[in-house]
C-alpha cells in the first residue's frame, strides 16, 4: 500500500507562474486553482498536489523556494466609519500557506 499525502499551497497570483514551471520541471502534478482571499482580498493560486509520504518534503522545499515573502506598501481600500484611509501601509505578500493532509484512498481514472 502506497501512504498519500494531499499538499494545499496557497500562494500569491505573482508566484504562480514560476512555481508552476517549478513543479513541471520537477515532475510534480499539480491542480491549479485561481483562489480569492487574506487581508488585501487580492488574488491567490492554490495548487492541489497528491504525492507519496516520502515526497512531501521536497515538495514543500519547491514551494518555498518559488513563493519568497516579500514587503510592499499598498494603498488600502478600506472603509472605516464612513473615512476613507489613504495613506500607504507596509504588508507582507507572497511566501505560501501550505497544509498536508493525509489521504485515506487515492483513485485515478
Same mark, same amino acid.
Given at each position: 500500500m502506497i501512504l498519500m499525502k494531499l499538499?494545499?499551497?496557497i500562494v500569491q497570483k505573482e508566484d504562480s507562474n514560476k512555481l508552476q514551471r517549478a513543479f513541471?520541471? &520537477?515532475n510534480i502534478r499539480a491542480t491549479k486553482l485561481a483562489t480569492t482571499g487574506g487581508f488585501l482580498s487580492e488574488g491567490n493560486t492554490t495548487?492541489?498536489?497528491g !504525492?507519496?509520504?516520502e515526497q512531501v518534503d521536497h515538495v514543500l522545499s519547491v514551494i518555498k523556494e518559488?513563493?519568497?515573502a516579500r514587503e510592499e506598501y499598498v494603498q488600502p481600500n478600506i472603509i472605516s466609519s464612513g473615512l476613507e484611509m489613504s495613506q500607504m501601509v507596509k504588508? !507582507?505578500?507572497g511566501g505560501a500557506t501550505c497544509f498536508v493532509v493525509p489521504v485515506d &484512498?487515492?483513485?485515478q481514472f
Open positions: 499538499i494545499v499551497a513541471i520541471k &520537477e495548487f492541489l498536489i !504525492t507519496q509520504d518559488k513563493s519568497q504588508v !507582507t505578500v &484512498e487515492f483513485k
